[in-house]
């Protein structure tokens, strides 16, 4: 897709080479830290929750904290996708949620007084691909509707910072509307790019997933994402990575260590207490690079490798590309962290390991090795089950002509107790130089009818694995013709 084709340009047309701008050295987003008295710890999460802007200038609470503060606010949690045009699923039963244009026109019409958007890019209109595509009349409507809504009421948007050939139309057009918009330069800054796709809406709701701003998101690409409404504490949460990002766009520089009121208490040793859907949930909010992490913060990675550590029985994983290796960097670098995790507990824990991954017409040859090693673990007689299948989405003649588009863009992960929902995919770019974020969801208890975020991710991805796109990947597979 267009995402990770633009962030091949940044890095490899352009010339720029990972050494030659590295970015600077921070401290742990999560740090170690003092123990609190029981007094000063309740009444710096009061006052957090009642400032969602402002955090108390002491650390987070330590690891030693199984939970963190409670929210009680009734958050709603919705799992929405976007499914390319003629791709049929025949599951049984169906596995059908409410799409990702529908959850967008939602989150507008439900704004009161903010949209805070954090992208990569905007091309909601095809004007860029000079195809004349009927089915990118969605991203057009969004577009409308943001723009309209610019004039109303206050709308940001943080974007990395476009080329010069790139289309700027839309953003022209919102900011020509009443849209504040800030550019963050993440060459400068990182070396990598701002990769995230989330909105904030009146400081209560939240999309977050893999759709960019982009018509293709909603109708030509296979994407996967949540909403969560009316959940203020979340947002809030949410929010300061947001602010983060609007501040970078301001400043050009990090800083180190961040102002308190980027702080978090919400982390994986210590996530936020809240009900969705009417059942407990833990949940916490990760992001990436580990220099844009505010005290408090979990890495990006580390939630990662703690989701996969955590899992008792399996580990599915839904990626685009997934390479253990500095996919951009000059000279090369292998970098193992989430290959090794994955072999490590397949063998100490007999955990089953499934990855879903896309296969089209920009996958890099070079992935299919790193693909079949880790497939090659696998002898049912040992416990060991490691299994990797390839997602092909079809495309008619007339398809084919869209640029970047027919891939199944999906960045989730799910285990028999967590349900992780990116913004990345999985090389060590995106989690060392690249501004990504993820939602991170322990509810595997239900106390309503409602199923729960993991058991909804565990039934999509098992309809992918099992539909006709899927091939399994083996040491003898022929490839030939295949993307």
């Given at each position: ?10 890095v490899?047309?352009?010339g720029?080479?990972q ?8 401290p ?31 650390p987070?609470?330590?690891s ?73 009349y ?17 709308v ?5 910072t ?5 289309p ?11 849209a ?6 993440m ?7 701002l990769?995230?796709?989330?909105w904030?809406?009146?400081?209560k ?23 969560v409404?009316n ?6 949460d ?12 301001e ?5 180190s260590p ?9 982390n994986?040793d210590?996530p936020?207490q809240?009900?969705?859907n ?10 990436s690079?580990?220099?844009?992490c ?35 960097s ?19 824990k007999?955990v ?36 990797v ?16 588009a ?27 130089h690249?501004a ?5 969801v322990?509810?595997?208890?239900s ?8 058991s ?7 309809r992918d ?19």
């Amino acid at each position: 897709m267009k995402t990770d084709i633009a962030y091949d340009q940044l890095v490899n047309v352009e010339g720029r080479k990972q050494d030659d701008k590295k970015a600077p050295m921070y401290p742990r987003c999560v740090l170690a830290l003092a123990t609190l008295a029981t007094v000063l710890l309740a009444a710096m999460a009061v006052y957090n929750l009642l400032s969602p802007g402002v955090t108390s200038s002491h650390p987070a609470p330590s690891s030693s904290l199984r939970k963190g503060e409670s929210c009680s606010d009734p958050c709603k949690i919705v799992v929405v996708e976007s499914i390319p045009e003629g791709l049929k699923f025949n599951s049984t039963p169906p596995t059908a949620h409410p799409s990702i244009f529908q959850a967008w026109l939602s989150l507008v019409a439900e704004a009161r007084s903010s949209v805070d958007i954090a992208s990569f890019y905007w091309t909601l209109t095809n004007k860029d691909t000079g195809t004349s595509e009927p089915t990118a009349y969605q991203g057009e409507t969004i577009l409308k509707e943001l723009a309209e809504l610019s004039g109303k009421l206050s709308v940001r948007i943080a974007v990395n910072t476009p080329q010069q050939s790139q289309p700027q139309d839309d953003l022209s057009l919102l900011s020509d509307s009443g849209a504040d918009i800030r550019t963050v330069n993440m060459r400068e800054l990182t070396s990598g790019v701002l990769h995230t796709k989330f909105w904030v809406v009146d400081k209560k709701h939240i999309f977050i997933g893999s759709a960019n701003m982009d018509w293709r998101s909603l109708t030509q690409v296979k994407e996967l994402g949540v909403v969560v409404y009316n959940c203020s504490c979340l947002a809030a949460d949410l929010g300061k990575i947001f602010e983060a990002y609007w501040f970078l766009g301001e400043s050009q520089s990090i800083p180190s260590p961040w102002p308190t009121n980027f702080s978090t208490l919400y982390n994986k040793d210590t996530p936020l207490q809240v009900p969705l859907n009417n059942t407990p949930a833990s949940v916490y909010l990760s992001s990436s690079p580990p220099s844009f992490c505010a005290a408090g913060r979990t890495q990006d990675l580390q939630s990662i490798l703690s989701v996969m550590d955590d899992a008792q029985s399996f580990i599915y994983i839904a990626v685009m590309n997934y390479l253990p290796t500095m996919e951009f960097s000059h000279p090369k670098r292998y970098w193992a962290d989430i290959d090794t995790q994955l072999r490590r507990v397949a063998y100490e824990k007999r955990v089953k390991v499934r990855l879903l991954i896309s296969c089209w017409a920009s996958t890099q040859p070079v992935m299919f090795p790193f693909l079949k090693s880790l497939a090659s673990v696998y002898e049912p007689k040992s416990k060991l089950d490691i299994q990797v299948r390839l997602f092909v989405v079809p495309a008619s003649p007339k398809q084919e002509e869209i640029p970047f588009a027919r891939v199944n863009h999906n960045k989730y992960m799910v285990t028999d107790k967590i349900a992780y929902i990116g913004t990345s995919n999985w090389s060590g770019d995106y989690f060392e130089h690249t501004a990504g974020s993820a939602l991170v969801v322990n509810q595997t208890a239900s106390q309503s009818l409602e199923p729960t975020v993991q058991s909804q991710l565990k039934a999509v991805f098992e309809r992918d694995w099992s539909s006709d796109y899927s091939t399994p990947l083996t040491q003898h597979s022929n490839l030939k013709g295949l993307c």
